[in-house]
C-alpha cells in the first residue's frame, strides 16, 4: 500500500470546501448572491464536487507533518 501522504494544503477537495464556506458566510452579510439560490446550490452541487475530487484523488491528505 502506499502511504506517500500530501499536506492538506495542496488538496482541491479541503480548498473547494473552504471557498464555499467563505463564499456562503460571506454573502449573508453582504447579500451578493441571493440566499435563497446561492445556499442550496452549495447544498445540492458541493457534494458532487466532492465526489468527483475524491475520484480523481490519488493520494491521502495530512494535517500535521510526520516525524
Known amino acids: 500500500m502506499d502511504t506517500e501522504t500530501k499536506n492538506i494544503l495542496t488538496s482541491k477537495t ?12 460571506l454573502n449573508r452579510s453582504e447579500q ?9 446550490l452549495a447544498l445540492v452541487v458541493l ?6 475530487l475524491r475520484a480523481v484523488t490519488n493520494k491521502p491528505v495530512r494535517i500535521r507533518k510526520v516525524k
Request: no cysteine; charged share 5%.
Open 14 to 25: 479541503f480548498w473547494v470546501n473552504a471557498l464555499t464556506v467563505v463564499v456562503v458566510f
Open 32 to 40: 451578493v448572491v441571493d440566499p435563497t439560490l446561492i445556499e442550496p
Open 47 to 52: 457534494p458532487f464536487v466532492n465526489i468527483l
